[in-house]
């Protein structure tokens, strides 16, 4: 299995309050990538980053911050939490572009009352 | 845009076979498709490049027709293991990987 972990698993927090995931990768790859997955919608693309420092928007970027400064580790950060953004959140890592295969983390279950 | 999956569900008995679709209004490079358990992280299952590729992983293959920018996941002789959500993810030689709604798919012994 890839060495991907994400922290916490579990996180229930207040509107308004800011929050970060945290997504560590012991595999060296250069793609990391954050998802939410929400019924009806599948997985959508968050934000998305191709080396340290360098980072792109997804699909669903609006509400949401993320940063990469060392290979290993992409945070994301919600800076003012919503209800909207209530939902698990998935990273994923990759050795190249999207024309190689993603490994998952085990998902992080946020709740915002 | 996300790229459309059919159908959203399917119900099989062990055994039988099943298709499932995904169409893009946009040109593609790759195809990715993976599966999801309840409650787990998604699985990569094989990933197609443009040309026309079919691949194959057990008793599951796929194809890929980049003219008509659809990608369809064959599942044969199902077992209960093949039980889960599936995805299709679409890239169009970027960085970026964009995932359809899933189909789900329920095998009864």
């Known amino acids: 299995d890839a060495g991907i972990t994400q922290s916490p698993r579990h996180k229930v927090t207040e509107t308004g309050t800011p929050v970060t995931l945290r997504c560590h990768q012991t595999?060296?790859?250069?793609?990391m990538y954050w998802y939410r997955q929400d019924p009806g919608h599948g997985l959508r693309l968050i934000h998305y980053?191709?080396?340290?420092?360098?980072?792109d928007k997804g699909e669903v970027s609006d509400g949401y911050s993320v940063s990469r400064s060392k290979t290993e580790d992409f945070l994301l950060t919600l800076e003012s939490a919503t209800s909207s953004q209530t939902s698990v959140y998935f990273c994923?890592?990759?050795?190249?572009?999207?024309?190689?295969?993603?490994?998952f983390g085990s998902g992080t279950q946020l709740s915002v009352l | 845009q996300q790229p459309v999956q059919s159908p959203q569900a399917v119900i099989l008995r062990e055994g039988e076979d099943a298709v499932i679709n995904c169409s893009s209004s946009?040109?593609?490079?790759?195809v990715h498709w993976y599966r999801q358990k309840h409650g787990e992280a998604p699985v990569f299952l094989m990933i197609?490049?443009?040309?026309?590729e079919q691949k194959g992983h057990d008793k599951i293959s796929a194809s890929f027709n980049e003219k008509k920018q659809q990608s369809s996941l064959y599942l044969t002789a199902s077992q209960l293991s093949y039980s889960g959500t599936y995805f299709c993810?679409?890239?169009?030689?970027?960085?970026?990987?964009?995932f359809g709604t899933g189909t789900r798919l329920q095998v009864f012994p």
């Open positions: 595999e060296n790859h250069r793609y």
């Open positions: 946009k040109a593609l490079y790759s």
């Open positions: 980053s191709y080396g340290v420092k360098d980072t």
């Open positions: 994923a890592i990759s050795g190249g572009p999207a024309g190689e295969k993603l490994f």
């Open positions: 993810g679409t890239n169009r030689n970027t960085d970026k990987l964009i």
């Open positions: 197609l490049l443009k040309g026309g």
